[in-house]
């Protein structure tokens, strides 16, 4: 049988694996995608990292995440991280909105499945981890993107698509790349394409900050002026790190990346239809991707992970709930798989060069 578990790493990260295996201390930074509802295949997983590889850790660990992996690793910042994550996929699975919903509907769905992360104390915790150090980067939009009208709006991110097209770097006058980072030192300090302004994280901010990297464009409502950065419409982090093409480089561990696809990682959200653009394998060369095969996503409902397009192809909840709660269900194997994996030391036997 085809395995369900895909393992790929960097050429550092492949050779120290080769070399000594894979342990959880080896582990500097954790990353998390975008996505919407693709994160659900990752539950299981989050879970045992959260549980196991993490439960008892001392050394910092660096967390970025954009969009649905910023929700994700908000929970694993937090004093009782498996109880964040199991408020916040609950939440999430239980979203319901009317037929043809406004951004402002599902904004405020989103300010729902923010406060069952945070709970009463969740922000704090945050920005106090002794250990999960929380990093998320956010969009503040310029121009017609920043208005919170459809159609101006609409304007405003073909404006910004079309100039991606040219280069990531064209889009700096429709969008600012912004970097809030842990209090203490960040874990990137270089941004290649588009310059990032960086914003420590504060208790007052980390919530607006959370919110507004999961703020897709034209689908749900921006976050307006976030405490300690700039004035302006902040959206979803996606657009200019969908799934990170960004220098994440350890200089003594390594990047841990639970992905939703056993491909190349797209860099910014409108990137997603240029073929030609990929990744910096040299972003990668530290990096240890961990995500489920292609055949194992043809077997769950539908053929393929949990995706923003079952709000569209299954509009009733009922019905899009089951789908999920088999998908959920199945992909408790991703984890039992990560588990063996580690618990027999079979790093060297499983692990890949990367697959582009």
């Not at 659900?40 to 660990?61: G, N, Q, T, V």
């Not at 200089?251 to 797209?266: Q, R, T």
């Amino acid at each position: 049988m085809k395995p369900a578990l895909k393992i790929f790493a960097g050429a550092d990260a492949l050779a120290h694996i080769r070399a000594n295996g894979l342990k959880p201390d080896d582990i500097e930074m954790i990353l998390g995608a975008s996505g919407g509802p693709k994160w659900l295949s990752l539950a299981a997983i989050d879970r045992y990292l959260i549980s196991e590889w993490f439960r008892d850790r001392k050394k910092p660990l660096h967390a970025l995440g954009t969009s649905a992996g910023g929700w994700r690793l908000a929970c694993y910042a937090q004093q009782d991280p498996l109880a964040a994550h199991a408020r916040f996929q609950e939440a999430y699975m239980a979203q319901q909105y009317s037929a043809k919903p406004t951004a402002q509907e599902v904004g405020d769905g989103c300010r729902h499945i923010l406060n069952e992360i945070l709970g009463d104390n969740g922000a704090h915790e945050i920005i106090h981890n002794p250990v999960v150090r929380y990093n998320t980067l956010v969009a503040r939009c310029r121009g017609l993107g920043a208005s919170e009208h459809k159609l101006v709006q609409t304007v405003g991110m073909a404006g910004a698509l079309a100039s991606n097209m040219v280069a990531r770097s064209a889009m700096r006058p429709w969008v600012e790349r912004v970097f809030f980072h842990h209090p203490d030192k960040p874990p990137i300090d270089h941004f290649p394409h588009l310059p990032a302004r960086h914003v420590a994280l504060t208790e007052d901010n980390i919530g607006p900050a959370i919110l507004a990297t999961g703020a897709i464009p034209i689908a749900i409502s921006g976050v307006r002026d976030i405490p300690g950065a700039p004035k302006g419409t902040y959206r979803d982090g996606g657009i200019t790190d969908y799934q990170f093409d960004l220098p994440v480089m350890p200089e003594n561990g390594f990047v841990l990346y639970p992905h939703y696809f056993a491909k190349a990682p797209i860099g910014g959200w409108f990137d997603k239809k240029l073929k030609w653009r990929t990744s910096s394998r040299e972003h990668y060369r530290r990096t240890i991707i961990i995500a489920p095969s292609w055949e194992f996503a043809a077997s769950l409902p539908g053929g393929r992970i949990p995706d923003l397009e079952d709000f569209y192809q299954y509009p009733d909840y009922s019905e899009r709930r089951r789908r999920w709660d088999i998908a959920v269900a199945a992909c408790e194997k991703l984890a039992l798989d990560l588990a063996d994996i580690h618990d027999n030391q079979r790093w060297a036997e499983v692990a890949e060069p990367l697959p582009w």
